[in-house]
DNA sequence: CAGGTAAGTTTGAATCGTCAAACTTTTTGG
DNA sequence: CCAAAAAGTTTGACGATTCAAACTTACCTG
């Protein structure tokens, strides 16, 4: 098994490969992301390219290898599973989890993961919407796009946030933008880059468009 | 926050010392308990009683500080608590969860161990019976003898099981012998160092002298 | 294209937890 | 009491992970 920290650069590198357009990580973008020094990814990449999970060229990008990506996946699955049964059985906020789930995803065994798994009837998405990939890796695709991709009437459903941070997501949540609800977008202001949305039984909530990128919606 | 390493120290020490008619842990029985060599085992005691967590002399035993107690005891409130919840929530059988519990206890933070708390209605005993500390670290006091001490014909009560070994405990609970089942002694034999019991509805078991100590019962 | 800046690499050192092996103290059985 | 045996301590080394700082390469801008 991948030790803990590797398990951390492991989830570093698939995210980010994922948003990229070349598929390939850089060094100062794994170091931000997992908290280190740019000299410590460096020589960590270098570790795990020796162990096969991950591919690298001198001053080039990095990416994982099938056996890298299988792990991060599931690290992954971990993550989700363990968020969405601190919020459904031991009703904890959604705004803190993710961060609670970042220590316990190192510690838990298969068998009792997959007791979770029982547990929750098999969870197909997290409490931010995330798809939890299938004890076989495989991860159902996910529709939608940004909430600032729709224009004002559109009427939307949440899909999901892709902004863990405790912060945005309760600031969020007290305006009805939760994975699930539906809700109008009511204006855009191309002149204040903002964009307004209003779910219903709640008040109206202005936010940047640059924030909006991290709501994932589907029309409705 | 003690490391994963400390907090193992500090979970073999106290229970040795609270085995130990001086109060007090020996090395060697720190070392086998930790699963580690002697010399480990001694370099990191020095360091724990340079963090005030232990004291020792040269050639002498080791006893925790109040400090070090206390945060001993957090950990086995942990390890109880995790255990009953992989029981009773994920209905995991009681003879792996111990193994489990094991590794889940130093990743799990308070908010997450006092909402598992909450979710499990407080309980005062893990599946084994063993006592779990509370919040404030007080454990509630136990009562029982072995059941090696009682007699042919006594009616009892399991209260707990205090070895933890998987293979034992699946033994016995085939049997019928788990904690809060009552059985009667049917027969001990001194020559042949073993006790018969017999729980209803089950067969009855003979077992030896010394396995029958890890079997603490009240009279019922 | 020439610099300058941003990104990446290397090196030397530190910490933690561990072992093996040499060494020291205590304990214990005759 | 005294020589083994048992218990405990120390030392030197190692792997993992990290940092700071010196150094190298790549990229971008005027």
Redesign the interface.
């Known amino acids: 098994m991948a030790s803990e920290a590797i398990e951390n650069y492991l989830k570093a590198i698939y995210s980010l490969s994922r948003e990229s357009p070349t598929g390939e990580a850089g060094m100062k973008a794994i170091a931000t992301l997992t908290g280190v020094t740019v000299g410590t990814a460096s020589t960590m990449v270098k570790r795990m390219a020796g162990a096969k999970l991950a591919k690298y060229e001198r001053f080039g990008g990095v990416r994982l290898t099938a056996r890298g990506e299988r792990a991060a996946i599931d690290v992954q699955r971990r993550h989700r599973l363990i968020e969405t049964f601190?919020v459904e059985?031991?009703?904890?906020d959604w705004s803190?989890v993710h961060a609670?789930a970042e220590?316990?995803e190192?510690?838990?065994?298969s068998?009792?993961l997959e007791?979770?798994d029982?547990?929750l009837h098999h969870p197909s998405v997290d409490p931010h919407g995330d798809p939890i990939p299938g004890p076989d890796g495989k991860i159902r695709t996910e529709r939608g796009a940004a909430l600032s991709t729709f224009a004002p009437g559109s009427k939307i459903r949440v899909a999901r946030i892709t902004d863990q941070g405790p912060a945005f997501l309760s600031f969020i949540a007290e305006h009805g933008l939760r994975p699930g609800t539906k809700a109008i977008v009511a204006a855009t202001e191309s002149a204040a880059q903002s964009i307004t949305v209003h779910a219903s039984g709640y008040a109206a909530v202005t936010m940047a468009v640059a924030a909006a990128e991290s709501i994932i919606c589907e029309s409705a």
Do not use: G
């Open positions: 601190l059985t031991l009703k904890l803190i609670e220590r316990l190192h510690a838990i065994s068998v009792v007791a979770l029982i547990h």
